[in-house]
């Protein structure tokens, strides 16, 4: 179990939780923590496997700042399923897509908790952190129906959830990115809807200033030049729809 700080200027931190579910069948996935002043957030917690652990470390790192918000980039049980047990622990108020919000609480909301669990509207939306403002950015159908990403302005990192994500590598950091498209190819061929979802999500980040794109499985990519290829080979890749076409046929016996 280790931390990765992003940044840290004294007042704003970011800091990746990347090791709190490593072992069984379970896929890996990372939290991340964004602390600035006296509030924080945490970004897709993980399910209970990771939740005791997880929490336990965010009260470590807040010290004396709040809890304010919780943010889940969709609905999948690695990021939602101890919903319930943060927003009992804590005053944070959640956020999802608002075509989860009447779902996710099958994961076992408490009833007395629903009014803090709030939607994100599909053009997304600010998230004001004591006087900052983090921007959540639509991410529609990569791969989820209701999917956002979140830029934070200050360390000028995009959380991008599953896009980006690698699976199999035994590095935390890309440092060649041709050598670790095989590690991201197979997932986002079948996870990723189409190439007119990766083309609309690269035409809109290029508009943001990025040092780090920080996905919620896997290794991260850090500096223009690495950030670049990875919205140039985005930009370009066939998944989903353009691939499985042929996958639509009544099985043989």
């Not at 496997?49 to 690695?78: C, M, T």
């Not at 440092?175 to 061929?189: C, E, L, P, R, V």
């Not at 919205?231 to 066939?238: L, R, S």
């Amino acid at each position: 179990m280790s931390n990765t700080v992003f940044y840290n200027d004294g007042v704003h931190k970011n800091v990746l939780l990347e090791d709190f579910g490593s072992g069984g069948i379970a896929v890996q996935a990372n939290q991340h923590l964004i602390i600035h002043g006296n509030e924080g957030i945490i970004l897709d917690p993980g399910g209970h496997k990771v939740y005791s652990k997880a929490l336990s470390e965010s009260y470590s790192l807040l010290g004396n700042s709040k809890l304010r918000y919780i943010f889940f980039s969709h609905q999948d049980p690695d990021i939602v399923a101890a919903m319930n047990g943060w927003l009992m622990t804590t005053d944070a108020e959640a956020y999802i897509s608002k075509l989860w919000v009447r779902f996710v609480p099958h994961f076992g909301l408490d009833h007395i908790l629903s009014e803090r669990l709030k939607p994100i509207p599909d053009e997304g939306m600010f998230l004001e952190l004591d006087g900052i403002k983090l921007m959540i950015l639509p991410a529609h159908f990569l791969h989820s129906t209701g999917n956002f990403h979140l830029y934070d302005p200050v360390s000028k990192i995009l959380y991008s959830g599953d896009l980006g994500a690698s699976l199999g590598m035994d590095y935390l950091q890309v440092s060649n990115f041709d050598d670790h498209i095989q590690y991201m190819a197979g997932f986002h061929k079948r996870y990723m809807a189409s190439n007119a979802a990766l083309k609309a999500w690269a035409n809109m980040v290029r508009n943001l200033d990025i040092d780090i794109i920080a996905p919620q499985h896997g290794a991260y990519f850090q500096g223009k030049d690495m950030v670049n290829q990875f919205i140039d080979w985005c930009h370009d890749f066939q998944c989903g729809i353009d691939l499985i076409t042929d996958l639509y046929k009544i099985p043989s016996t």
